[in-house]
């Protein structure tokens, strides 16, 4: 049991150390390019695996919140979260090793080193993403600007979709809505007026305002 224990904790501290200094070094180099999106290359959210646009997180983070406390633990999933648990329960679990304890004391100091790393990474993720979010952004300066939609726009108002955006110098995700035909992802389209505070009114960029 032991050695299959040490193998495990080797693996677990080289991979997730290794991707934790990736990631710390892509922060680094570029952790303002994206400051209105998740920095994650990949996120895991409600079981669901979605890679690098940043889109679908914020999709998530908006499904998230409309969910009960029963889902608080597939709220704090991502990439984020599971390489931290990862890298903190293979390296204490070598430290265990190293003084000798018990393979199950170690077992257990280990897991709960883990969990303790995963729950601090995702409040700190949290607390940044709220920080963010009430900042001093005004989508009022969005008015007139292009956009891409990334999550469809129903059409007549039947719903909404998600559009990225370019407000006051920095990329962000604002909910949309049109009076006119469905827009598609992918499509270019352009911010004619605001809703509410974090919902857009837009028509495709070759129509003009009316």
Do not use: W
């Amino acid at each position: 049991m032991q050695e299959s224990l040490n193998s495990v904790y080797l693996i677990c501290a080289t991979v997730g150390g290794a991707i934790l200094v990736v990631q710390t070094i892509l922060l680094l180099v570029g952790g303002h390019d994206g400051a209105g999106v998740d920095a994650d290359g990949a996120d895991f959210h409600g079981g669901d695996f979605h890679h690098g646009t940043g889109a679908d997180v914020a999709h998530d983070h908006d499904h998230a919140h409309g969910s009960d406390h029963g889902h608080g633990f597939l709220k704090m999933l991502s990439f984020k979260t599971l390489v931290a648990f990862v890298t903190f329960f293979g390296l204490t679990g070598l430290a265990t090793v190293e003084s000798e304890f018990q393979p199950m004391v170690g077992f257990i100091l280990a897991l709960g080193a883990g969990v303790t790393a995963f729950y601090i990474v995702a409040f700190l993720m949290t607390s940044l993403s709220r920080l963010q979010s009430k900042g001093n952004m005004n989508i009022q300066n969005a008015v007139g600007q292009t956009a891409q939609v990334y999550l469809r726009v129903p059409a007549a108002g039947g719903g909404q979709g998600k559009v990225m955006v370019s407000v006051q110098g920095r990329k962000v995700a604002l909910k949309a809505v049109t009076a006119g035909m469905e827009i598609p992802s992918g499509v270019e389209v352009r911010v004619v007026g605001v809703r509410s505070s974090d919902t857009l009114d837009v028509i495709p960029a070759e129509r003009s305002p009316a």
